[in-house]
């Protein structure tokens, strides 16, 4: 490392780079853009800290988090570096110092965020002094899928445009190389290098089971695989939580509840409560999440699908933090796929991107092959199988599921897709029911020809086809079930589907508990 680097690092207070930290510092303190996907924790910060100590003018750094920005510049000032937040809190007078400082290049580390940045004023004022680089923090809020998308931030390709000779450094957590290409192009920073920390947590073991009486199913991952310790249950509707949470209370568990409709206040006791009792159990929609840190967390629940594949990874990463060991359990089932996909956003074009990233995640749920490997490989990372997870440890069996499909799809394509899944379950199992007279379903030939699965088992053939998309849903305001191309090949013989059975996650009951 030369002096001028050791020297950078000292006034930071740290005495090495991690290896990752280095070879960015470098990139970017030469000059060339640089795009960084790391997970919560991976050191990002000291990156662009150190390059704007080496290069020449002002570090310009862009966040969306107000809170994250005080912090550091706190930290900065502490250690005797110049460093400002300039925001609306200030008052004029305080403004025009900030301007005054920055004009005669005495600040070291301007902070911002975005919507700030791009006022004419702002950019102006940078224009007439040296600037570092760019560091935009959260740059995943430029995508315009998951919860995080920020307006402000698709107007920040102006940097590029009106500071071409200045080096960006775009941060985000976990991302796959989408994500990463489309924060590319809307910085427009095609050339930059990519830098990818690697996203495993070996000491989390993840399960993914089939949801049957659920709370049951939570009851005996309480008591049997994490008794007395702290975790979080995610639920996707705020009464959920709430009745989860009271049912939890009454049978004698230190259950805590958190959700956004929720009083400050009462948020705030709730997470102050569960940071500071052992064994406490929190039951909150994804509203809290953000900016958690606590090293107690030993597991995580998922009580219902999330959106992402990223969603997903970063909920379950919140446990384990202390590097020993964790658990994940994620309980769903077709109805849970439905119900998650009825939910994306009415325009067209969001839907289009939510539907891409929920679908990603069904292919995980249903993956045959070691669940550290499919979540991984969506973020485009390798690994060896876990050896700990639920596809790991059981004898799983599989099964050729073709003439199954076979049939469904015939059915499919025979009601023209108008029908819902349970009642093509329903005809294939020639059960006369309302819907079944209705539709005069002893009529088709398929009717009552497929009892050598249960509804359980047909369901488990739905997912699948769902999943990998043999067939998709595309009604608006009707039902409506579409044949892909894969489809019309399995219905030729063209492709064989494989099936692993299902497995379901065991139930204790209330009695058992008390026993
Ligand atoms: P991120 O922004 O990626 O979530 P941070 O920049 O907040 O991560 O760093 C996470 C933690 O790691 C901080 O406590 C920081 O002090 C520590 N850290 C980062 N880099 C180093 C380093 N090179 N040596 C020692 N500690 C480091
Ligand atoms: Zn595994």
Not at 34 to 63: C, D, E, F, H, M
Not at 100 to 117: A, D, G, M, T, V
Not at 218 to 236: A, D, K, T, W
Not at 272 to 293: C, K, L, P, Q
């Amino acid at each position: 490392m030369n002096s001028k680097k050791r020297q950078a690092l000292k006034r930071l207070g740290y005495t090495d780079y991690r290896p990752l930290q280095e070879e960015a510092i470098d990139a970017l303190s030469a000059g060339q853009d640089v795009v960084l996907a790391a997970p919560t924790g991976g050191g990002k910060s000291l990156i662009y800290q150190s390059a704007g100590l080496l290069r020449n003018g002002v570090a310009v750094i862009v966040s969306p988090l107000i809170s994250l920005m005080t912090q550091q510049v706190d930290q900065l000032n502490a250690k005797g570096i110049h460093a400002k937040f300039l925001n609306s809190t200030l008052n004029p007078g305080e403004q025009d110092d900030l301007v005054w400082s920055i004009r005669h290049n005495r600040i070291e580390f301007l902070y911002l965020s975005p919507e700030k940045l791009i006022q004419p004023s702002i950019m102006g004022l940078l224009q007439s002094v040296d600037i570092a680089l760019f560091a935009i923090d959260e740059a995943h809020c430029i995508a315009q899928w998951g919860g995080d998308f920020r307006p402000e931030y698709s107007q920040l390709g102006r940097v590029k445009q009106s500071f071409f000779n200045v080096p960006i450094i775009a941060l985000t957590g976990s991302a796959d190389n989408k994500t990463l290409k489309g924060i590319q192009s809307s910085l427009g920073i095609s050339k930059a290098d990519i830098f990818k920390g690697r996203i495993d947590r070996p000491n989390i073991q993840i399960q993914i089971a089939q949801k049957k009486q659920a709370k049951h199913q939570i009851l005996h991952f309480l008591h049997h695989e994490v008794s007395g310790q702290s975790g979080i249950i995610y639920c996707r509707s705020r009464n959920k939580t709430e009745e989860l949470c009271a049912w939890l209370r009454h049978l004698g568990f230190n259950s805590l509840t958190y959700h956004a409709a929720m009083k400050d206040e009462d948020k705030q006791q709730s997470h102050e409560t569960f940071s500071r009792d052992n064994g406490a159990i929190m039951v909150a929609t994804t509203a809290y999440g953000m900016g958690i840190d606590l090293p107690q967390i030993r597991f995580v629940i998922h009580m219902d699908i999330p959106n992402t594949p990223e969603a997903y990874y970063q909920e379950i990463g919140r446990a384990g933090r202390d590097g020993k060991a964790a658990k994940a359990l994620l309980l769903y089932g077709l109805q849970d796929m439905l119900k998650a996909q009825q939910l994306v956003s009415n325009s067209p074009e969001q839907a289009r991107l939510e539907l891409t990233k929920l679908t990603s995640l069904f292919q995980i749920l249903e993956d045959r092959q070691c669940r550290k490997v499919s979540v991984l490989a969506h973020f485009d990372e390798t690994t060896e199988v876990c050896g700990i997870c639920d596809r790991c440890t059981s004898k799983q069996s599989e099964h050729n599921a073709t003439i199954a499909c076979q049939k469904l799809l015939s059915l499919i394509y025979y009601t023209k897709g108008t029908q819902a899944f349970s009642t093509l379950i329903q005809v294939l199992l020639g059960k006369r029911t309302k819907t079944t007279s209705s539709i005069q379903a002893e009529k088709l030939s398929l009717f009552g020809k497929g009892k050598e699965l249960t509804e359980a088992q047909w369901k488990t053939v739905i997912r699948h086809l769902l999943a990998f998309q043999y067939i998709q849903i595309v009604g608006n305001h009707h039902f409506l079930v579409q044949l892909n191309e894969k489809a019309r090949q399995v219905l030729k013989g063209e492709i064989q589907v494989i099936l692993v059975n299902d497995h379901y996650y065991p139930r204790l009951t209330e009695e058992e508990l008390m026993a």
